[in-house]
Antibody, heavy 126, light 108 residues
Framework: QVQLQESGPGLVKPSETLSLTCTVSGVSINSYYWSWIRQSPGKGLEWIGYIYYSGSPKYNPSLKSRVIMSIDTSKNQFSLRLNSVTAADTAVYYC????????????????????WGKGTTVTVSS | DIQMTQSPSTLSASVGDRVTITCRASQNISTWLAWYQQKPGKAPKLLLYKASTLESGVPSRFSGSGSGTEFTLTISSLQPDDFATYYCQQFNTYSPWTFGQGTKVEIK
């Protein structure tokens, strides 16, 4: 059974860096794409970016200047760093597994987030 | 960015009702669309992907349709466990992935 678990500080001071780790169990991290999503009352669900074990991560342009995602295949973990945080970054942060389905007939790849962590609440406050 | 607009924002229904939620994309996304269900305090759960493909283990009363810019999620006979908030998400590879604002299905 595939499980994802987010971990990291629940409270971050303004202007500092938010750091979260997602530990993956039940599957090799080499086999899928992995995303970070956040959810706040004001902005709803927001995709932050995804990472694969090889190749460059892809980030949401709205956060790209502040985000770094990384992956540690030896620990089966991937991580998020978001710097220069403000109160607007207060949210529940989820990590997800992104499955990819190839349709031979359309020659398209279809993505979807089929496994989610339980989420971790991060508050930005002094 | 591609904007996803869901309607209605809130829907009141009774057990046994047929329920339809609409999701509109601001530009053509083919069938690069997924639907999720979220209950309070829980993570979203995948229901359908590729607009109409049911995720394994999801009851067959859930169905999806549409392509291009207009999509629907239908629950054929609403069950007590289905009262939740539903989100669509687009996966166009040339745009950041975005979600609809959600549709809350509540008890009438």
């Amino acid at each position: 059974q595939v499980q994802l678990q987010e971990s990291g500080p629940g409270l971050v001071k303004p202007s500092e860096t938010l750091s979260l780790t997602c530990t993956v169990s039940g599957v090799s991290i080499n086999s899928y794409y992995w995303s970070w999503i956040r959810q706040s009352p004001g902005k709803g669900l927001e995709w932050i970016g995804y990472i694969y074990y090889s190749g460059s991560p892809k980030y949401n342009p709205s956060l790209k200047s502040r985000v770094i995602m990384s992956i540690d295949t030896s620990k089966n973990q991937f991580s998020l760093r978001l710097n220069s945080v403000t109160a607007a970054d207060t949210a529940v942060y989820y990590c997800t597994r992104d499955a990819v389905y190839y349709d031979f007939w359309t020659d398209y790849y279809y993505y979807y987030m089929d496994v989610w962590g339980k989420g971790t609440t991060v508050t930005v406050s002094s | 960015d591609i904007q996803m607009t869901q309607s209605p924002s809130t829907l009141s229904a009774s057990v046994g009702d047929r329920v339809t939620i609409t999701c509109r994309a601001s530009q053509n996304i083919s069938t690069w669309l997924a639907w999720y269900q979220q209950k309070p305090g829980k993570a979203p759960k995948l229901l359908l992907y590729k607009a109409s493909t049911l995720e394994s283990g999801v009851p067959s009363r859930f169905s999806g349709s549409g392509s291009g810019t207009e999509f629907t999620l239908t629950i054929s006979s609403l069950q007590p466990d289905d009262f939740a908030t539903y989100y669509c998400q687009q996966f166009n590879t040339y745009s950041p992935w975005t979600f609809g604002q959600g549709t809350k299905v509540e008890i009438k």
